[in-house]
């Protein structure tokens, strides 16, 4: 049966990963946001060239497996550069799920920008902005609001998408709970754990996300 | 001050500007009228190079560029010699009414917060918006936000204000506070360009009337004779039409 004490008592080993799981998370976050709002400048440009390599890089993470993109990054790309074999799995999970995050979050932004007025550019334009300055100053803010709800869920995608990284070698908190479970025999309790301290970390950035469009729907 | 010499523009092969040639001096109001779909629009969204033109020269103020061989510095040195009111009026949405007016002044001129606001102050008082400083274009009716772009256009400081239909998608009863607003500016020798349907304020408003069809200028001259006795039959048939 239920071994509640075992679960109790396996829950502070687990939180003590999840600081692996949220450094994964925030830093993907933040590398996948960079690659994404590159990736939507090119885009909206159209700048030759670099615009087929775009879009051909959003198909191709948006159109594989995570889990392959990682075992790829992870077990292939030694093979054939020997500088990966001295790349850690923490470092892999990093690379792998800021690529995957960003093709994802780089739609959504591209689809932002492109849904606001060309009327709000062409005002920019008309005062004397140069283009960065209107995408700086007028056009961006605008599309950050109709962009913050898909770039949360890509968000907590990435959050989950942890999960897998203990297939190549993080000891997060999924591989805590394989392992623990793996020497009692208590995977019920281990994994059920698993899934609460996930919920709970995606609620409180769900908390997180309602506060912050509250706040920008109030502002015009 | 203002020339315009033999301006070409094709949409793909459509043809909209067929040779323009145009002078304006310092201070002068001209309207332009005529039929839609003749290029009115796309004359004065080529001056501001929000559309590129094919050929031609365009010389506003002290910026002079050959359209043929232009460069992206030469671009934006003419646009700050002139501003644009928009038909739409395209307030920036995330401005409140006064950031609109201090945007250009900020970001373009850098001039600090501070003076950038003393002079939106100002210019918000001019078109009597003061009141409405820290509303966003969403809380505002049509006509105050079309004279906030008004007053958005008028905080360049430009060589010239183009007016793209500013009163088309007003109220009826809205487009009075408009025209006063492009009145008062009138008096005050500002160089402007107008392209507008509202025949009774070419005519009590404009230094000189230009009818244009089919992508070229058929007729200009002084506001009465083209009401009262134009020569053109095309001007006559038009102005039959919408008196």
Request: net charge positive; hydrophobic share 45%.
């Amino acid at each position: 049966m239920f071994d509640i004490n075992y679960a109790i008592n396996l829950f502070p080993f687990m939180i003590k990963k999840l600081n692996i799981t949220l450094s994964i998370s925030l830093l993907s976050l933040m590398f996948g946001l960079i690659i994404a709002l590159i990736i939507a400048f090119i885009c909206n440009c159209k700048f030759k060239g670099l615009y087929s390599l775009a879009k051909i890089y959003v198909s191709f993470f948006r159109g594989t497996p995570l889990i392959t993109q990682l075992f790829f990054l992870y077990f292939g790309l030694p093979q054939i550069i020997p500088f990966f074999n001295r790349v850690n799995g923490f470092t892999i999970a990093i690379i792998g799920l800021s690529l995957n995050s960003g093709a994802y979050m780089s739609e959504a932004i591209r689809g932002a920008i492109s849904s606001i007025d060309k009327g709000q550019m062409e005002a920019s334009l008309s005062v004397g902005m140069s283009y960065f300055q209107a995408m700086r100053r007028i056009i961006m803010p605008q599309a950050a609001r109709v962009a913050i709800p898909t770039l949360f869920n890509s968000f907590i995608n990435i959050i989950k998408g942890t999960a897998l990284t203990f297939t190549i070698g993080v000891t997060e908190v999924m591989a805590t709970a394989k392992m623990e479970g793996a020497s009692s025999y208590r995977y019920f309790e281990a994994f059920a754990n698993v899934i609460i301290i996930y919920w709970i970390v995606v609620q409180l950035f769900s908390f997180i996300q309602q506060k912050i469009e509250i706040k920008m729907s109030k502002a015009y | 001050m203002i020339k315009i010499e033999n301006l070409y523009k094709k949409f793909n092969d459509l043809e909209v500007l067929k040779g323009i040639n145009l002078e304006i001096k310092k201070g002068e109001v001209i309207v332009i009228i005529g039929p839609s779909g003749t290029g009115k629009s796309t004359l004065l969204r080529c001056l501001n190079y929000l559309e590129s033109p094919d050929s031609g020269i365009i010389e506003i103020g002290n910026m002079k560029i050959d359209t043929e061989n232009v460069t992206k510095h030469e671009i934006s040195a003419l646009r700050r010699n002139s501003s644009m009111v928009f038909q739409t009026y395209n307030l920036f949405k995330n401005k409140t009414a006064l950031e609109n007016i201090t945007e250009s002044l900020i970001t373009v001129k850098k001039i600090n917060k501070q003076k950038a606001e003393k002079i939106g102050l100002n210019i918000l008082d001019q078109i009597g918006l003061s009141d409405k400083k820290d509303n966003y274009p969403s809380q505002l009716s049509g006509g105050q936000k079309q004279r906030i772009g008004i007053g958005r256009a008028m905080a360049v400081n430009p060589e010239v204000i183009l007016f793209d239909e500013p009163t088309s998608s007003l109220d009826p009863e809205l487009v009075g506070e408009v025209l006063d607003v492009i009145k008062a500016l009138a008096e005050k020798n500002m160089t402007m360009l107008i392209v507008t349907h509202e025949m009774g304020f070419a005519k009590e408003a404009a230094d000189r009337v230009i009818f244009m069809d089919e992508g070229k200028i058929i007729e200009e001259n002084e506001a009465d004779i083209i009401f009262d006795s134009p020569r053109n039959e095309r001007t006559k048939r038009f102005l039959n039409k919408v008196l």
